[in-house]
T-cell receptor, first 116, second 113 residues
Framework: SAVISQKPSRDICQRGTSLTIQCQVD?????MFWYRQQPGQSLTLIAT?????????ESGFVIDKFPISRPNLTFSTLTVSNMSPEDSSIYLC?????????????FGEGSRLTVL | SQKIEQNSEALNIQEGKTATLTCNYT??????LQWYRQDPGRGPVFLLL?????KEKRKERLKVTFDTTLKQSLFHITASQPADSATYLC????????????FGKGNQVVVIP
């Protein structure tokens, strides 16, 4: 199993500002995933963060809006840039458990952002 | 277009009965499908994984079926308890590998004592 800590757990932000979310894992992992869960919507994958390489973004998400850092095998950050009310959402960090390619995902508790 | 559909209406069920949730998908060919539980204000928690060559998987009071012809998975909670009240998410492999999953919106279950 993996224990994932996210900071902040929630925040209220002003339009046009940026916020960085931190994700700390209690073990070394190769891949970390960032998801968004907007109200009433499904979990949507933003990007996959690998240590030592650029993050891989899903369709509809771009690096300028969601820059990601992955400085080591236990830590990652996601920045939500130039925020608008449409960015109000829960942002979740996750990692794969187990050694197989079909392993379960472990999730952090999420960071709930409200943009005014 | 690709879709994963779960019932948007909450399932209210009497304690002790079996809750059955449906996950239908369109334009995916998943090698596996997973179910997660999510409580309010918490991250999802993994429950079960079923592969495309498996018809049924069980874990304690949980049972999952996977019909690749119907493109459907059923999730059953037998002898339901109030503690089972939560939202249950279906997630499936998008075929890209590397655990990049697609999730349904989830189906809320309310178990009435």
């Amino acid at each position: 199993s993996a224990v994932i800590s996210q900071k902040p757990s929630r925040d209220i932000c002003q339009r046009g500002t940026s916020l960085t979310i931190q994700c700390q894992v209690d073990s070394q992992v190769t891949m970390m995933f960032w998801y968004r869960q907007q109200p009433g919507q499904s979990l949507t994958l933003i990007a996959t963060a690998n240590q030592g390489s650029e993050a891989t973004y899903e369709s509809g998400f771009v690096i300028d809006k969601f820059p990601i850092s992955r400085p080591n095998l236990t830590f990652s950050t996601l920045t939500v840039s130039n925020m608008s009310p449409e960015d109000s959402s829960i942002y979740l960090c996750s990692v794969v458990g187990g050694g197989s390619n079909t392993g379960e995902l472990f999730f952090g508790e999420g960071s709930r952002l409200t943009v005014l | 277009s690709q879709k994963i559909e779960q019932n948007s209406e909450a399932l209210n069920i009497q304690e002790g009965k079996t809750a059955t949730l449906t996950c239908n998908y369109t334009n995916y060919s998943p090698a596996y499908l997973q179910w997660y539980r999510q409580d309010p204000g918490r991250g999802p928690v993994f429950l079960l994984l079923i592969r495309e060559n498996e018809k049924e998987k069980r874990k304690e009071r949980l049972k999952v079926t996977f019909d690749t012809t119907l493109k459907q998975s059923l999730f059953h909670i037998t002898a339901s308890q109030p503690a089972d009240s939560a939202t249950y998410l279906c997630a499936l492999d998008r075929g890209y590998g590397n655990n990049r999953l697609a999730f349904g919106k989830g189906n809320q279950v309310v178990v009435i004592p």
